[in-house]
T-cell receptor
Framework: NAGVTQTPKFQVLKTGQSMTLQCAQD?????MYWYRQDPGMGLRLIYY???????DKGEVPNGYNVSRLNKREFSLRLESAAPSQTSVYFC?????????????FGPGTRLTVT | GQQLNQSPQSMFIQEGEDVSMNCTSS?????WLWYKQDPGEGPVLLIA?????ELTSNGRLTAQFGITRKDSFLNISASIPSDVGIYFC???????????FGTGTRLTIIP
């Protein structure tokens, strides 16, 4: 039981390049989330998916797109990377529904945009 | 977006000391969560609280859901080196899938 897995662990991009961050969970959770973490800013929600086939914007969605591929997988895409997107990205999942608000996080992807 | 206020922002303590930190919000929550993040890792859930006044323990960690529903507290007893890291609180309300996170308390143990 791996929990939440993320790939890649590290990535360096040039401005304007695109990439997709992958996330998978094996806990049969309904809800999945993408966060970014910057120094002094804490965790900020980019997008989330309350169930397969649905996605919603979080606090900082500009410059990102997401796909809920199936119940297990939730990907985050940067179409044209910018230096302001240099950050650590975390994926999380939760069972969802009434009384199930505990989120479980992956190990993170450290992205640098030059 | 709203963030919860955590205090202190950082703590420097000696091994064996007890630690207290808190988290406050301008609005009411009916769920409080506490996470720990080690350097280079993702946050790990420590304790979940669902009822005002609730006191819950996890080993040497004890967390409390404030009576006003606008705050929560985390205590660590007899700190050890592996307690080093950043502690985050998070709050939400029933029916809301999104968590609001605190700004974190960084715990350092002085040798």
């Amino acid at each position: 039981n791996a929990g939440v897995t993320q790939t890649p662990k590290f990535q360096v991009l040039k401005t304007g390049q695109s990439m997709t961050l992958q996330c998978a969970q094996d806990m049969n959770h309904n809800s999945m989330y993408w966060y970014r973490q910057d120094p002094g800013m804490g965790l900020r929600l980019i997008y989330y998916s309350a169930s397969e086939g649905t996605t919603d914007k979080g606090e900082v969605p500009n410059g990102y797109n997401v796909s809920r591929l199936n119940k297990r997988e939730f990907s985050l895409r940067l179409e044209s990377a910018a230096p302001s997107q240099t950050s650590v990205y975390f994926c999380a999942s939760s069972a969802g529904g009434a009384g199930s608000y505990e989120q479980y996080f992956g190990p993170g992807t450290r992205l640098t945009v030059t | 977006g709203q963030q919860l206020n955590q205090s202190p922002q950082s703590m420097f303590i000696q091994e064996g000391e007890d630690v207290s930190m808190n988290c406050t919000s301008s609005s009411i929550f009916n769920t409080w969560l506490w996470y720990k993040q080690d350097p280079g890792e993702g946050p790990v859930l420590l304790i979940a609280l669902y009822k005002a006044g609730e006191l819950t323990s996890n080993g040497r960690l004890t967390a409390q859901f404030g009576i006003t529903r606008k705050d929560s507290f985390l205590n660590i007893s007899a700190s050890i080196p592996s307690d080093v890291g950043i502690y985050f609180c998070a709050g939400t309300n029933f029916g809301n899938e999104k968590l609001t996170f605190g700004t974190g308390t960084r715990l350092t143990i002085i040798p």
